[in-house]
C-alpha cells in the first residue's frame, strides 16, 4: 500500500469518525434528548433532514476530488461546531451542562477536526500549473465566490439553527413592585409555561410578554395602577417546556394560555383583559389579539416583521431585489430548524383586531426595523392609535420617556378596560 493511498484511506477514517459525532448530537438533540414538553415526533424534519444530508456527504467524500473532499470537510465541521460549541456552550456556562449538552461538546470537537481536516485538504490539492499571477488570482476569485455564498446564503441558513436552539435559560430574581403568585400555563399542545402573576386590584389585567425579565419594568408599572400583571417564560425559555424560537413562530399558543389562565382568575373580569407585547411580542401580540377576542386591547412595541410575505410589503423593489436569496435562505434555515410553518402574514391578520383598541408604539431611528407599524395602523384602521418615539432606541421608550410612557400606556389601558368600570373596582387606582 503507498503512503498516499494510506493517507487518504486515513483521512477518510477521520472524516467518518467526526461526521457520525456530528450526527449523534443533531440525533441526540432531536430524538433520543428532546426538551421537555416536546417528543421525537415534534422533529421529524428538523432531525431526519439534516442527518440525510450528512448522510449523503458521508457517502460521497471518498468519490470526489481532493478540493471538494475539503469542501465537505468545511461543510461537515462547521455543522459540528454551530449545532454543538454555540449552544451547549451557552447552556453549559450559564445553567450546567446537562442533556444533549455532552455530545454537543463533542460534536463541537469533531467540527474542529474537520475544518483542520479541510484546510489540509484544500492546501495540498490546490494547483500548481500556469503562472503564479494566474494561480494566486484563480485563488482570489474562489475565496471572493466563497466569501459571498457564505455570507449572502450559508451564513443567514445556518444562524437560523442558533435562533432555534438557543434561548435565555436563567430565571431572573423578580421585581415586580408587589407579592407575586407562581403560576403555571397550559398550552394547547401539553407545554407547561411557568410564570408569575400578580393579582388585580381594580379588576382588570394584562399579559406582558415575551419573558420574565425584560417585561418587569412594565409589570411595576401597570401594577402602581391597580392592574393584574401576568408575565411568564414562553416555550423552550427559562422554565417552560418546549423548543425556542426567537421569530415567535408558533409562540401565540403562549399568550393565548395566558388569556385563558387571566379569564378563570377570580379578581379579573374576563372582558377587561388587556395585552403589551415588545420587539418579537408585539408581533405576537397583535397575531394572538386577532385571533383571540379575550383581548379587549392591546399595546404593541417595537413590533417588526417575521416572514417573507410581510417583508415583501416592508421592503422597497430595490431592496427585495438586492436581498431576497438571503431573506429566502433565512425562512428555510427557521422553517427546518423549528420544524414550523411560517405564521400568517400580519398584513392578513390585524384587521381582524378591530374594533378592539390598538396602540402601536415604534422608534423610526431605533436601529431595528419597525417601518411596517404605519402599515398596521392603517390595516387595523380608526381603532389603531400610533405613538412614534423618534429619540430612543428599539423597546427602550419607558426607559427612555419614563413619564409620558406610563401617562400614555397606562391612560390607553384606562380607558379601553376601565372606563365603564364600577366604582368599586377603581377605587385602588394610583394606590402603591
Given at each position: 500500500?503507498?503512503?498516499?493511498?494510506?493517507?487518504?484511506?486515513?483521512?477518510?477514517?477521520v472524516?467518518?469518525?467526526?461526521?457520525?459525532?456530528?450526527?449523534?448530537?443533531?440525533?441526540?438533540?432531536?430524538?433520543?434528548?428532546?426538551?421537555?414538553?416536546?417528543?421525537a415526533?415534534?422533529?421529524?424534519?428538523?432531525?431526519?433532514?439534516?442527518?440525510?444530508?450528512?448522510?449523503?456527504?458521508?457517502?460521497?467524500?471518498?468519490?470526489?476530488?481532493?478540493?471538494?473532499?475539503?469542501?465537505?470537510?468545511?461543510?461537515?465541521?462547521?455543522t459540528?461546531?454551530?449545532?454543538?460549541?454555540?449552544?451547549?456552550?451557552?447552556?453549559?456556562?450559564?445553567?450546567g451542562?446537562?442533556?444533549?449538552?455532552?455530545?454537543?461538546?463533542?460534536?463541537?470537537?469533531?467540527?474542529?477536526?474537520?475544518?483542520?481536516?479541510?484546510?489540509?485538504?484544500?492546501w495540498?490539492?490546490?494547483?500548481?500549473?500556469?503562472?503564479?499571477?494566474?494561480?494566486?488570482?484563480?485563488?482570489?476569485?474562489?475565496?471572493?465566490?466563497a466569501?459571498?455564498?457564505?455570507?449572502?446564503?450559508?451564513?443567514?441558513?445556518?444562524?437560523?439553527?442558533?435562533?432555534?436552539?438557543?434561548?435565555?435559560?436563567?430565571?431572573?430574581?423578580?421585581?415586580?413592585?408587589?407579592?407575586?403568585?407562581?403560576?403555571?400555563?397550559?398550552?394547547?399542545?401539553?407545554?407547561?409555561?411557568?410564570?408569575?402573576?400578580?393579582?388585580?386590584?381594580?379588576?382588570?389585567?394584562?399579559?406582558?410578554?415575551?419573558?420574565?425579565?425584560?417585561p418587569q419594568?412594565?409589570?411595576?408599572?401597570?401594577?402602581?395602577?391597580?392592574?393584574?400583571v401576568?408575565?411568564?417564560?414562553?416555550?423552550?425559555?427559562?422554565?417552560?417546556?418546549?423548543?425556542?424560537?426567537?421569530?415567535?413562530?408558533?409562540?401565540?399558543?403562549?399568550?393565548?394560555?395566558?388569556?385563558?389562565?387571566?379569564?378563570?382568575?377570580?379578581?379579573?373580569?374576563?372582558?377587561?383583559?388587556?395585552?403589551?407585547?415588545?420587539?418579537?411580542?408585539?408581533?405576537?401580540?397583535?397575531?394572538?389579539?386577532?385571533?383571540?377576542?379575550?383581548?379587549?386591547?392591546?399595546?404593541?412595541?417595537?413590533?417588526?416583521?417575521?416572514?417573507?410575505?410581510?417583508?415583501?410589503?416592508?421592503?422597497?423593489?430595490?431592496?427585495?431585489?438586492r436581498?431576497?436569496h438571503?431573506?429566502?435562505?433565512?425562512?428555510?434555515?427557521?422553517?427546518?430548524?423549528?420544524?414550523?410553518?411560517?405564521?400568517?402574514?400580519?398584513?392578513?391578520?390585524?384587521?381582524?383586531?378591530?374594533?378592539?383598541p390598538?396602540?402601536?408604539i415604534?422608534?423610526?431611528?431605533?436601529?431595528?426595523?419597525?417601518?411596517?407599524?404605519?402599515?398596521?395602523?392603517?390595516?387595523?384602521?380608526?381603532?389603531?392609535?400610533?405613538?412614534?418615539?423618534?429619540?430612543?432606541?428599539?423597546?427602550?421608550?419607558?426607559?427612555?420617556?419614563?413619564?409620558?410612557?406610563?401617562?400614555?400606556?397606562?391612560?390607553?389601558?384606562?380607558?379601553?378596560?376601565?372606563?365603564d368600570?364600577?366604582?368599586?373596582?377603581?377605587?385602588?387606582?394610583?394606590?402603591?
Amino acid at each position: 500500500m503507498t503512503s498516499t493511498l494510506a493517507q487518504h484511506l486515513q483521512r477518510h477514517r477521520v472524516f467518518l469518525a467526526a461526521t457520525a459525532l456530528v450526527m449523534l448530537h443533531i440525533a441526540d438533540d432531536n430524538f433520543l434528548q428532546p426538551n421537555p414538553g416536546v417528543s421525537a415526533g415534534d422533529h421529524v424534519v428538523s432531525g431526519l433532514v439534516p442527518l440525510a444530508a450528512l448522510l449523503a456527504i458521508a457517502a460521497a467524500y471518498p468519490r470526489v476530488r481532493p478540493g471538494t473532499r475539503a469542501v465537505l470537510a468545511f461543510a461537515v465541521g462547521l455543522t459540528g461546531i454551530v449545532t454543538g460549541a454555540v449552544e451547549a456552550g451557552y447552556y453549559t456556562f450559564s445553567v450546567g451542562p446537562s442533556g444533549d449538552d455532552f455530545t454537543g461538546w463533542l460534536a463541537a470537537v469533531a467540527g474542529l477536526v474537520l475544518v483542520g481536516l479541510g484546510g489540509k485538504l484544500l492546501w495540498q490539492s490546490r494547483r500548481r500549473d500556469g503562472s503564479r499571477a494566474r494561480r494566486y488570482a484563480r485563488r482570489i476569485a474562489k475565496g471572493v465566490l466563497a466569501a459571498v455564498i457564505v455570507g449572502e446564503l450559508v451564513g443567514p441558513f445556518a444562524t437560523m439553527y442558533l435562533t432555534t436552539h438557543v434561548s435565555r435559560a436563567e430565571v431572573p430574581a423578580p421585581d415586580l413592585g408587589a407579592d407575586h403568585e407562581d403560576v403555571t400555563l397550559t398550552t394547547s399542545d401539553g407545554l407547561h409555561l411557568r410564570g408569575w402573576y400578580v393579582p388585580s386590584r381594580n379588576g382588570a389585567a394584562v399579559v406582558a410578554f415575551p419573558g420574565r425579565k425584560g417585561p418587569q419594568a412594565h409589570t411595576r408599572m401597570l401594577v402602581r395602577h391597580g392592574y393584574g400583571v401576568l408575565l411568564f417564560d414562553r416555550r423552550g425559555e427559562g422554565a417552560s417546556d418546549g423548543d425556542p424560537n426567537m421569530w415567535g413562530w408558533g409562540g401565540q399558543r403562549d399568550i393565548h394560555a395566558a388569556v385563558d389562565f387571566l379569564q378563570h382568575r377570580p379578581d379579573v373580569d374576563p372582558d377587561r383583559i388587556g395585552g403589551i407585547g415588545l420587539s418579537v411580542g408585539g408581533e405576537m401580540m397583535l397575531q394572538a389579539a386577532a385571533e383571540n377576542k379575550g383581548l379587549a386591547a392591546v399595546v404593541s412595541e417595537g413590533a417588526g416583521t417575521r416572514s417573507i410575505k410581510e417583508e415583501m410589503v416592508e421592503y422597497d423593489g430595490t431592496t427585495l431585489l438586492r436581498g431576497f436569496h438571503a431573506m429566502v435562505a433565512k425562512q428555510a434555515g427557521i422553517a427546518l430548524f423549528a420544524d414550523e410553518l411560517p405564521p400568517p402574514s400580519l398584513v392578513d391578520l390585524v384587521p381582524r383586531i378591530a374594533p378592539r383598541p390598538t396602540l402601536l408604539i415604534w422608534a423610526p431611528n431605533g436601529g431595528n426595523r419597525e417601518t411596517m407599524n404605519p402599515v398596521y395602523q392603517r390595516l387595523i384602521g380608526p381603532s389603531a392609535e400610533i405613538w412614534a418615539m423618534d429619540d430612543v432606541r428599539h423597546i427602550q421608550g419607558l426607559q427612555s420617556h419614563p413619564e409620558e410612557y406610563e401617562r400614555r400606556v397606562v391612560g390607553f389601558f384606562d380607558d379601553a378596560l376601565l372606563d365603564d368600570a364600577p366604582a368599586h373596582a377603581r377605587q385602588h387606582e394610583g394606590d402603591e
